[in-house]
């Protein structure tokens, strides 16, 4: 099934569907709330030029039997963090129970460590997510703490658990 899934650039003739997968509350309560809710297709739109501009390619849609099912991406970090890069990614709620977003961190992850020459990859997780705390797990990622009540979401309060992985190849 790993070889129906697969992560490529953002077209502008996804964003009908773009919006309509983001446009899910289920998703939103997982996500910064920098990204707007309800979510509509200019908001696709704005995202997708956006992702055009990336030079290099950060951020990818994920596609599942050659649908877009969600967005995966990389934060390359700069100073004194250069060489480390926050991931993020969901998935479409219709597409969940597929292992989408295992295959997705893992694919973003390779492209991160090979193409970008990044050292570590680092992600930020609210404490309920258990479905993406397993998705870190299965590919490898290490708990390196829990940031107590460090998120409001919802204006509730909750721990937010860090993952990363280091590029065995970049020591």
């Known amino acids: 099934m790993e070889e129906n899934i697969t992560i490529r650039p953002l077209q502008t003739s996804d964003k009908a569907t773009l919006a309509q997968l983001a446009n899910n509350k289920n998703i939103w309560d ?24 990336e030079n290099p390619k950060q951020t990818f849609g994920i596609t599942y039997k050659g649908h877009l099912s969600g967005i995966v991406g990389l934060v390359v970090q700069e100073d004194v963090y250069q060489g480390s890069a926050e991931i993020g990614y969901w998935v479409g709620e219709p597409y969940w129970g597929n292992g989408i977003a295992t295959k997705a961190v893992e694919l ?33 990622f290490k708990k390196e703490g829990i940031f107590k009540n460090a998120i409001v979401k919802n204006d509730k309060r909750c721990d937010e658990h860090r993952f990363y992985k280091l590029n065995e190849q970049r020591k």
């Open 30 to 53: 997982n996500l910064r709330d920098y990204i707007p809710f309800p979510y509509e297709e200019h908001d696709a739109g704005s995202f997708i030029t956006r992702t055009k501009e």
């Open 108 to 140: 973003i992850t390779e492209y991160g460590f090979d193409q970008l020459a990044l050292h570590r990859i680092y992600a930020g997780v609210f404490a309920y997510n258990t479905a993406s705390i397993k998705v870190l797990e299965k590919n490898g």
